[in-house]
């Protein structure tokens, strides 16, 4: 059996056995500190929790995301840099500048800035 049908056949029904057993044997007695709604810790204060979210959170969070991404990729490069020859570094250099651009235009533009608008 090869690699690749064990991924496509076993894999799926391993997992569809599992959830059956789940959903079979869980118990299922739930009460009301289980239902009831958790933020950060804290029970919810009724009325209090639809708070103004600003949006620089969200912008900071994908940028966050871009730039961790980027790490994910010189990876390779570091630790494949003598095969990759001058062709390879050049792409990543194209990269890296194309990246540093967008950064440049995000602080231009006032979405990295945390402040009160």
Not at 42 to 71: K, M, W
């Amino acid at each position: 059996m090869s690699n690749i049908l064990m991924l496509f056949v076993f894999v799926p029904i391993l997992a569809g056995i599992l959830l059956l057993l789940n959903f079979l044997l869980a118990p299922k007695n739930a009460y009301e500190s289980k239902v009831s709604a958790y933020e950060c810790g804290f029970s919810p204060i009724y009325g209090q929790t639809r708070n103004v979210f600003h949006i620089n959170f969200f912008l900071v969070a994908l940028l966050f995301l871009i730039f961790d991404l980027e790490v994910l990729l010189l990876y390779p490069l570091a630790v494949t840099l003598y095969q990759v020859s001058v062709f390879g570094f050049s792409v990543v250099f194209v990269f890296f500048i194309v990246l540093t651009i967008g950064f440049v235009l995000e602080i231009g533009s006032g979405s990295i800035s945390m402040g009160n608008k």
